[in-house]
């Protein structure tokens, strides 16, 4: 087990809040963790594991850029408090290569060009393998639905929609 660097906080702080001890399993690899209890799951896999994949957009649950997957379900990590994951395994961006060989999505995405700045692209792939193992990618019309939580501000929906049939298409395995 990995023990993860976690920051102190100043002492009259720690006297309010309570600290709370985790472990997450986070890409195959479990942490044992201590932070405050307030900490959400994207801060703990940012700030406290360097996993910089799944980014902090609207800090809402509105835009999807911190899209990962808890025990294969997507959820948006700025939301979920770290601590409820303790033994749950979660999988970033990061997460889904496989011996250094990028995910078939990950591949789809580079070919359609389904990615402009680039800062929605970890949420919309996490969204997008998520959607695929679900069943969920049938038509046009599903994609758009199902990767509705997850907002591209340069606007490269065709592209993304496009990878996502490729992929479906080609009948790759997008699961984790």
């Known amino acids: 087990m990995k023990h993860a660097d976690t920051p102190t906080r100043p002492s009259e702080a720690t006297s309010?809040?309570?600290?709370?001890?985790?472990?997450?399993?986070?890409?195959?690899?479990?942490?044992?963790?201590?932070?405050?209890?307030?900490v959400t799951l994207l801060d703990a896999l940012r700030d406290h594991l360097g996993?910089?994949?799944?980014?902090?957009?609207?800090?809402?649950?509105?835009?999807?850029?911190?899209?990962?997957l808890v025990d294969g379900k997507?959820?948006?990590?700025?939301?979920?408090?770290?601590?409820?994951?303790?033994?749950?395994?979660?999988?970033?961006?990061?997460?889904?290569?496989?011996?250094?060989?990028?995910h078939p999505l990950q591949k789809a995405f580079a070919r359609h060009d389904a990615f402009q700045c680039g800062y929605c692209t970890?949420?919309?792939?996490?969204s997008a393998v998520s959607l695929e193992a679900e069943g969920r990618a049938g038509t046009d019309a599903d994609i758009c639905e199902f990767m509705s939580g997850n907002i591209?501000?340069?606007g490269a929906y065709p592209n993304i929609r496009a990878?996502?049939?490729?992929?479906?298409?080609e009948g790759n395995d997008a699961s984790v």
Do not use: W
């Open 16 to 38: 309010q809040i309570p600290d709370v001890e985790v472990t997450l399993s986070v890409n195959g690899d479990a942490y044992r963790m201590r932070f405050d209890s307030r």
């Open 122 to 126: 970890p949420g919309q792939i996490m």
């Open 74 to 102: 997507r959820i948006v990590s700025c939301l979920a408090l770290a601590a409820q994951y303790d033994g749950h395994e979660i999988t970033t961006v990061e997460g889904l290569t496989d011996n250094g060989e990028p």
């Open 152 to 154: 591209c501000r340069c």
């Open 51 to 68: 996993l910089t994949g799944a980014k902090k957009g609207c800090d809402q649950g509105a835009c999807g850029a911190c899209t990962v």
């Open 163 to 169: 990878a996502i049939r490729d992929v479906v298409s």
